[in-house]
């Protein structure tokens, strides 16, 4: 079986952050993804609404650099969580757990990229040019 989910959107709220009684820090957060289509003319959007959960250093690393907002790219698998309240009702819940999640920043220029690993614009070198190449 393969189970991998691939997600990139908003922050819906302040990462939360907890901790097992063995320690292992938990990070938890809402995203919002975006979905944009054409219905005849008219350009429609949907908007769906994901629980994440981090587990271990990439926890703490969330729970840091993270707020209500950021952008983030996150790779992991969907899993089900089940429970029974106090009263005997069911209850169920989808949440992806996160295996990576990269920070996005806000593009601030053209030749900047927008992707990076803790907040800040990752910059490329331009490219290398010599007299002998044909173009």
């Known amino acids: 079986m393969f189970n991998k989910v691939i ?17 292992t820090s938990v990070c938890n957060f809402g995203m919002a993804v975006n979905r944009k289509y054409r219905q005849g003319d008219e350009m429609k959007e949907e908007v769906t609404f994901i629980n994440i959960v981090v587990f271990g250093k990439q926890a703490d690393t969330c729970g840091q650099y993270l707020n209500k907002g950021s952008s983030a790219l996150v790779e992991g698998r969907l899993q089900e ?13 989808h949440e992806v ?17 927008d992707v990076s ?14 007299d002998i190449e044909p173009f």
């Open 97 to 113: 757990v996160a295996q990576s999640v990269r920070f996005l920043s806000r593009k601030q220029g053209a030749g900047s990229s």
């Open 117 to 130: 690993e803790f907040g800040g614009s990752e910059m490329s070198a331009p490219a290398e040019t010599t």
């Open 81 to 93: 969580r089940r429970w029974e309240t106090e009263d005997g009702q069911k209850r169920s819940r």
């Open 7 to 23: 997600l990139i959107g908003n922050l819906t709220r302040d990462p939360e952050m907890r901790y097992t009684p063995q320690g």
